[in-house]
């Protein structure tokens, strides 16, 4: 009985193919429709770690549900339904080719750059004399391209993405108003329960000439978020700031000389930092919903993804 899921392989009524992300499994339903299934598998580099994160992908697809109802009011997106802890069902889009960075703090590989010498990212001047965890005077947006599978994601500026025609303008700049509404109401849900939304990524696409937010938003994989009332003491003392995000595993695996380079060999995951890993994607659900985290089922993950995406699509005409 498998207690995490790390690939799929269902055959689901309508399917027409399957695109398989470092994270997500997605069903093309139709061509209408889109079923993501979110794995427990992990991340870092561009690398997929060898072992799954039990709760991972229930931690992530049901913190993105919640943010994505808790926004609709500002764009619309691209979720119908939840059918199972780890599944979204929802609006298939046409993505566009770029997606939206915003970063409201000096920090993570953006201040790897700053101290390698760059002030500039995307177009985006920094400031000298800027400190790690410094918060920007403004959210800036520093967009990347989307990147094939196995390859890595390439900045580009605004004005890059306009002169190349990889997006019109005019949408473009409706993207950048989404990026920034959608992240301030994500830092004011973020406050209320005690954090800080440090940066985050934002995909958008096209469908019947409307706008959606698509895929995940602010969750640990796509986002970081520091503690609100340590972040002060911490930045003034030059202390490490306690973060909710995907970053620890990254600092992990450079600690234990791994950083996606070739001839690197991924180190040993211990279960003792598997269960670490699951426990902190558990902490964050709870610290960024406020809610209680209600662990699913999981005698056997992949039969019951299975079953409740099958039943769903029955009820649902497929």
Not at 58 to 63: K, M, S
Not at 183 to 192: D, Q
């Amino acid at each position: 009985m498998a207690k995490t899921i790390f690939n799929s392989s269902y055959s689901f009524t309508g399917q027409k193919s399957i695109y398989k992300g470092k994270v997500r499994d997605v069903y093309n339903i139709d061509d209408k429709y889109l079923l993501m299934i979110v794995s427990d598998r992990i991340s870092a580099f561009d690398v997929v770690l060898p072992k799954a994160i039990p709760y991972k992908g229930q931690v992530l697809n049901q913190i993105a549900a919640k943010f994505l109802d808790a926004t609709a009011d500002i764009v619309p997106n691209w979720k119908i339904a939840t059918p199972d802890p780890n599944v979204t069902f929802g609006h298939k889009c046409e993505p566009y080719p770029v997606e939206m960075i915003v970063r409201a703090y000096l920090t993570g590989s953006s201040w790897r750059a700053y101290k390698s010498g760059a002030r500039e990212i995307c177009g985006v001047r920094i400031p000298d004399g800027m400190k790690e965890h410094q918060r920007f005077d403004k959210p800036i947006i520093t967009p990347t391209t989307k990147a094939e599978q196995g390859s890595h994601d390439e900045d580009i500026s605004r004005e890059q993405i306009i002169r190349s025609g990889l997006i019109p303008e005019d949408e473009y700049n409706m993207l950048e108003k989404y990026t920034m509404e959608v992240f301030k109401r994500g830092s004011e849900i973020a406050a209320k329960h005690g954090l800080i939304l440090v940066d985050t990524k934002y995909e958008f696409g096209r469908k019947d000439g409307k706008i959606y937010l698509i895929d995940e938003i602010n969750t640990p994989d796509s986002s970081r978020y520091f503690y609100a009332d340590e972040y002060q003491d911490r930045f003034d003392n030059g202390l490490t700031q306690k973060q909710l995000s995907k970053e620890f595993v990254r600092e992990w695996l450079m600690a234990n000389g791994f950083q996606g380079k070739e001839g690197q060999k991924v180190p040993e995951m211990t279960d003792s930092f598997v269960n670490e890993v699951s426990e902190r994607y558990i902490e964050l659900y709870e610290k960024i919903t406020g809610d209680k985290f209600i662990r699913g089922d999981i005698a056997n993950v992949p039969e019951r993804i299975g079953k409740n995406c099958t039943d769903f699509l029955k009820a649902y005409g497929k």
